[in-house]
């Protein structure tokens, strides 16, 4: 069964303390995404990798990073999460339709 | 223009009635559009795929205007458990490979 499987599904931290949330897809799809969604603001794409070790900025990527050592592994790293980067986070693997993860709640305080 | 374009909504429409969703696109070379369904706050799921003119599935049509660069979806007999929101989705013009710009999407609220 295609998937693409994100962890954790639901999160509370504190601003400042490192944070990953990892992604993983089986379809051995090359481009991979994330995005956040806030509410009236649709989908925004954060980072998008076109290939193992190609990653590149989509439009909101400040505070984020992002690697692609694997074909399918695509973890978002917040480095020092703030408040505002509390959001809806979804993976999605591309080809070309996109296939999402289940989605991320990040609630920083 | 923007990139995608929808009406945000919400529609409220009564069980059986028929309601069409238009979305407007930038990028004229785009050849494949998508419209994917979203429930509150799940992920986005893939409703139809537009490659050509159009595409019907059951009670769902999506029609593809180049000329005039929109893309609509059309359902009819509409049901309770089509209440969602609805995403147009087309390339990118800034990435190359299978980037996808998604619109805001259109609300629909389906009531009995």
């Known amino acids: 069964e295609a998937q693409v499987t994100q962890n954790p599904r639901y999160l509370i931290t504190v601003t400042g303390k490192k944070l990953t949330v990892t992604c993983s897809q089986n379809m051995n799809h090359e481009y991979m995404s994330w995005y956040r969604q806030d509410p009236g603001l649709g989908l925004r794409q954060i980072y998008y990798s076109m290939n193992v070790e190609v990653t590149d900025k989509g439009d909101v990527p400040e505070g984020y990073k992002v690697s692609r050592k694997e074909k399918r592994n695509f973890p978002l790293i917040l480095e020092s999460p703030s408040p505002n980067q509390t959001s809806l986070y979804f993976c999605?693997?591309?080809?070309?339709?996109?296939?999402f993860g289940e989605g991320s709640w990040l609630t920083v305080v | 223009r923007k990139e995608v374009e929808q009406d945000p909504g919400p529609f409220n429409v009564p069980e059986g009635a028929t309601v069409a969703f238009n979305c407007t696109y930038s990028n004229s070379a785009s050849q494949s559009f998508f419209w994917y369904r979203q429930d509150c706050r799940k992920e986005p799921k893939l409703l139809m795929s537009?490659?050509?003119s159009g595409n019907e599935d059951g009670r769902f049509t999506a029609q593809l205007n180049r000329a005039s660069q929109y893309i609509s979806l059309l359902i009819r007999d509409s049901k309770l458990s089509d209440s969602a929101t609805y995403l147009c989705?087309?390339?990118?013009?800034?990435?190359?490979?299978?980037?996808?710009?998604f619109g805001k999407g259109t609300t629909l609220s389906v009531s009995s």
């Open positions: 999605a693997s591309n080809r070309p339709q996109a296939y």
């Open positions: 989705v087309v390339p990118s013009s800034n990435q190359a490979g299978t980037a996808l710009i």
């Open positions: 537009v490659y050509s």
